[in-house]
């Protein structure tokens, strides 16, 4: 099984970049070239993600942190690396930092997945929840049912105007098209799903839902802006503001659990941000970077 990767800047890699569900490689290069100056950074794509091969283990934590570890056996990086964090990814690198302490500098988590997702299904009615815009698996079902009918092109107008294109604008046309292909690829939609359905199992999951076994290492957590995501549920989840703040609230606290899993860790809140802080805050990262040297 081989990962589809690059290498940006003339140093060895110091940052490892851990994107979020269903994220191509091309979502994250103008946000990496901001960085290729100061640091060697690695995109890669999980296995199953679109120009990645599949693999045949368990999309589970654990597994995909294995992959990672067996990846950067291929490539020249410092001896302690600092990993750099999205949604989903999120549960992926701290897999990666109980699995592998020593090869860990430090950690930048933005809006991350929680093991404790499931906690909206648990105090949500089954109404609220579909309401809630939290379950992601939908537009993934939809994506494989699209792509196995060789109908990938109707998702591909229907992403133009989604994330992260709802975010980011520059794109380069060869970036686009790389983003825009993966909707034509029936494994990348299967994996994806797997992938979030696996990270939802309470047995999978639960021993990453404490700081037990986690590293005292350096952790900076940046999180949206919460009148934003309001905001964007009010208007996309056709919502009322209280029920849009409910969720809020539990989606901040939720992450803000992993502020103890290491007692040299650090808050960000954005301001101008909803989810993809990476598009629309990248100084944010840069941030959050400078304060790992300084936790």
Known sequence: MKHYYKVFGN??????????????????????????????????????????????????PINIASELHDLLDEVNHMEQLIFVAHSQGGLYAQQFCRLYPEMVKGLVLLDPLSAKDNKFKECLSDKEYKRSGVDKSSNFKIMRTMANLKMGFLAKKLLKNAPPFYYYKDYSQEEINDILGSCDKVIHADTALAEYQTAHVERIVSPLSSKENFPNIPLVLVTHSSELAIQENMQFGNNTREFAEKIEEMWQNIMKEYLTFSERSYWIQAQKSTHYIHLTEPKLVLEALIKISEL
């Open 11 to 60: 140093k060895p890699v110091g940052i490892v970049v851990e994107m979020g569900l269903g994220s191509c490689l091309s979502e994250w290069i103008p946000m990496v070239n901001q960085l290729k100056n100061h640091y060697g950074v690695l995109l890669y794509e999980r296995a199953g993600i679109n120009k990645s091969e599949q693999s045949i283990n368990e999309r589970t």
